[in-house]
Protein backbone atom coordinates (compact mmCIF):
# COMPACT_ATOMS: atom_id res chain seq x y z
CA UNK A 1 0.00 0.00 0.00
CA UNK A 2 1.46 3.66 -1.10
CA UNK A 3 0.02 5.06 2.22
CA UNK A 4 1.69 2.92 4.50
CA UNK A 5 5.01 3.82 2.56
CA UNK A 6 4.03 7.35 2.75
CA UNK A 7 3.20 7.26 6.59
CA UNK A 8 6.75 5.71 7.05
CA UNK A 9 8.72 8.06 5.22
CA UNK A 10 7.20 11.12 6.60
CA UNK A 11 7.66 10.02 10.38
CA UNK A 12 10.28 12.58 10.76
CA UNK A 13 9.08 15.00 8.16
CA UNK A 14 6.69 17.75 8.25
CA UNK A 15 3.31 16.88 6.40
CA UNK A 16 2.99 17.77 3.05
CA UNK A 17 -0.73 18.93 1.70
CA UNK A 18 -0.16 17.03 -1.32
CA UNK A 19 0.36 13.87 0.83
CA UNK A 20 -3.06 14.73 2.78
CA UNK A 21 -5.32 14.92 -0.83
CA UNK A 22 -3.67 11.55 -1.63
CA UNK A 23 -3.96 9.84 1.47
CA UNK A 24 -8.05 11.22 1.33
CA UNK A 25 -8.20 9.92 -1.98
CA UNK A 26 -6.84 7.02 -1.46
CA UNK A 27 -9.07 6.01 1.07
CA UNK A 28 -12.31 7.14 -0.67
CA UNK A 29 -11.36 4.79 -3.30
CA UNK A 30 -10.79 1.43 -1.34
CA UNK A 31 -13.19 -1.02 0.84
CA UNK A 32 -14.16 -0.75 4.37
CA UNK A 33 -11.69 -3.46 5.24
CA UNK A 34 -8.94 -1.46 3.41
CA UNK A 35 -9.81 1.82 5.24
CA UNK A 36 -9.38 0.11 8.79
CA UNK A 37 -6.43 -1.25 8.04
CA UNK A 38 -5.00 1.99 6.37
CA UNK A 39 -5.77 3.92 9.78
CA UNK A 40 -4.14 1.42 12.06
CA UNK A 41 -0.74 2.05 9.53
CA UNK A 42 -1.56 5.68 10.77
CA UNK A 43 -1.99 5.49 14.71
CA UNK A 44 1.47 2.96 14.26
CA UNK A 45 3.54 6.01 12.46
CA UNK A 46 2.17 8.54 14.91
CA UNK A 47 -0.38 10.10 12.12
CA UNK A 48 -2.98 10.38 14.71
CA UNK A 49 -4.81 13.05 12.55
CA UNK A 50 -5.36 10.67 9.63
CA UNK A 51 -6.36 8.13 11.84
CA UNK A 52 -9.12 10.49 13.38
CA UNK A 53 -10.58 11.14 10.00
CA UNK A 54 -10.05 7.14 8.47
CA UNK A 55 -12.02 5.62 11.89
CA UNK A 56 -14.47 8.68 11.78
CA UNK A 57 -15.73 7.72 7.99
CA UNK A 58 -15.16 3.97 9.16
CA UNK A 59 -17.74 4.71 11.89
CA UNK A 60 -20.07 6.14 9.57
CA UNK A 61 -20.21 3.01 7.57
CA UNK A 62 -20.04 0.53 10.16
CA UNK A 63 -23.26 -1.71 10.25
CA UNK A 64 -22.60 -3.74 13.81
CA UNK A 65 -22.89 -2.60 17.13
CA UNK A 66 -20.31 -4.34 17.95
CA UNK A 67 -18.14 -2.87 15.38
CA UNK A 68 -19.34 0.86 15.67
CA UNK A 69 -18.39 1.15 19.18
CA UNK A 70 -14.83 -0.81 18.32
CA UNK A 71 -14.26 2.27 15.67
CA UNK A 72 -15.45 4.96 18.12
CA UNK A 73 -12.82 3.34 20.43
CA UNK A 74 -10.10 3.64 18.33
CA UNK A 75 -11.29 7.16 17.14
CA UNK A 76 -11.00 8.01 20.86
CA UNK A 77 -7.63 6.80 21.35
CA UNK A 78 -6.29 8.72 18.02
CA UNK A 79 -8.01 11.62 19.19
CA UNK A 80 -6.55 11.16 22.78
CA UNK A 81 -2.56 10.95 21.22
CA UNK A 82 -3.25 13.81 18.72
CA UNK A 83 -4.05 16.23 21.52
CA UNK A 84 -0.38 14.79 23.13
CA UNK A 85 1.20 15.29 19.74
CA UNK A 86 3.04 19.03 19.72
CA UNK A 87 5.59 20.30 17.87
CA UNK A 88 5.52 23.62 19.29
CA UNK A 89 6.50 24.77 22.80
CA UNK A 90 3.81 25.51 24.69
CA UNK A 91 2.84 26.95 27.97
CA UNK A 92 2.21 25.10 31.30
CA UNK A 93 -1.70 26.05 30.98
CA UNK A 94 -1.53 24.94 27.26
CA UNK A 95 0.14 21.72 28.43
CA UNK A 96 -2.15 20.57 31.47
CA UNK A 97 -4.95 21.31 28.85
CA UNK A 98 -3.80 18.91 26.05
CA UNK A 99 -3.12 16.11 28.96
CA UNK A 100 -6.61 16.80 30.45
CA UNK A 101 -8.22 16.52 26.68
CA UNK A 102 -6.34 13.09 26.28
CA UNK A 103 -7.52 11.66 29.74
CA UNK A 104 -11.38 12.63 28.86
CA UNK A 105 -10.67 10.91 25.07
CA UNK A 106 -9.11 7.90 26.75
CA UNK A 107 -12.46 7.18 29.24
CA UNK A 108 -14.29 7.64 26.44
CA UNK A 109 -12.30 4.88 24.74
CA UNK A 110 -12.84 2.63 27.55
CA UNK A 111 -16.70 3.45 27.60
CA UNK A 112 -16.54 2.43 23.90
CA UNK A 113 -14.31 -0.38 24.57
CA UNK A 114 -16.52 -1.91 27.17
CA UNK A 115 -19.54 -1.30 24.97
CA UNK A 116 -18.31 -3.36 22.23
CA UNK A 117 -17.27 -6.26 24.38
CA UNK A 118 -19.06 -9.68 23.94
CA UNK A 119 -18.85 -12.89 25.54
CA UNK A 120 -16.86 -14.51 22.66
CA UNK A 121 -14.48 -11.58 22.27
CA UNK A 122 -13.76 -9.88 25.61
CA UNK A 123 -11.47 -6.72 25.22
CA UNK A 124 -9.72 -6.98 28.88
CA UNK A 125 -6.34 -6.03 27.50
CA UNK A 126 -7.36 -3.14 25.50
CA UNK A 127 -9.74 -1.59 28.49
CA UNK A 128 -6.92 -1.84 30.89
CA UNK A 129 -4.21 -0.72 28.84
CA UNK A 130 -6.15 2.07 28.02
CA UNK A 131 -7.15 2.74 31.43
CA UNK A 132 -3.26 2.74 32.91
CA UNK A 133 -2.31 4.94 30.09
CA UNK A 134 -4.98 7.30 31.51
CA UNK A 135 -4.24 6.54 34.78
CA UNK A 136 0.14 7.38 33.66
CA UNK A 137 -1.64 10.95 31.86
CA UNK A 138 -3.21 11.69 35.62
CA UNK A 139 0.14 11.67 37.02
CA UNK A 140 1.88 13.53 34.58
CA UNK A 141 -0.91 16.11 35.00
CA UNK A 142 -0.42 15.84 39.03
CA UNK A 143 3.12 16.24 38.33
CA UNK A 144 2.46 19.38 35.94
CA UNK A 145 -0.27 20.95 38.21
CA UNK A 146 2.41 20.52 41.04
CA UNK A 147 5.82 22.15 39.35
CA UNK A 148 3.06 24.77 38.10
CA UNK A 149 2.52 25.91 42.18
CA UNK A 150 3.96 29.42 42.50
CA UNK A 151 5.99 28.99 45.87
CA UNK A 152 8.66 31.22 48.09
CA UNK A 153 12.12 30.08 46.55
CA UNK A 154 13.59 27.61 48.71
CA UNK A 155 16.29 30.58 49.57
CA UNK A 156 13.91 32.69 51.07
CA UNK A 157 11.98 29.97 52.40
CA UNK A 158 15.13 29.17 54.80
CA UNK A 159 16.24 32.62 55.56
CA UNK A 160 13.33 33.31 56.73
CA UNK A 161 12.80 29.84 58.84
CA UNK A 162 16.48 30.46 60.33
CA UNK A 163 15.54 34.07 61.49
CA UNK A 164 12.67 32.87 63.21
CA UNK A 165 13.94 30.16 65.36
CA UNK A 166 16.85 31.59 66.88
CA UNK A 167 19.39 28.80 68.99
Same mark, same amino acid.
Given at each position: ? $????????? $?? /???????????????? =??? &?? =??????????? !?? +???? %???? &???? $????????? !???? $? =??? @????? @?????? /?? %????? @?????? #????? +? !?? /? *?????? *?????? +????????????? =? @????? +?????? %???? /?????????????? #????
Amino acid at each position: M $VCTLLFQTS $VD /KPWLLQQDGSIMNAID =SVD &FW =SSYKIGRQATR !YG +HHQF %AIRI &FLLS $VIESVLNIL !YFWL $V =SLN @EISQA @ENCLIS /KT %AKSNQ @EIIESI #SQAIT +H !YM /K *AISALK *ASTIPQ +HSLIFQCEYARLR =S @EVLGA +HLQLQL %ACSC /KNFPATSYSSSCSC #SNPR
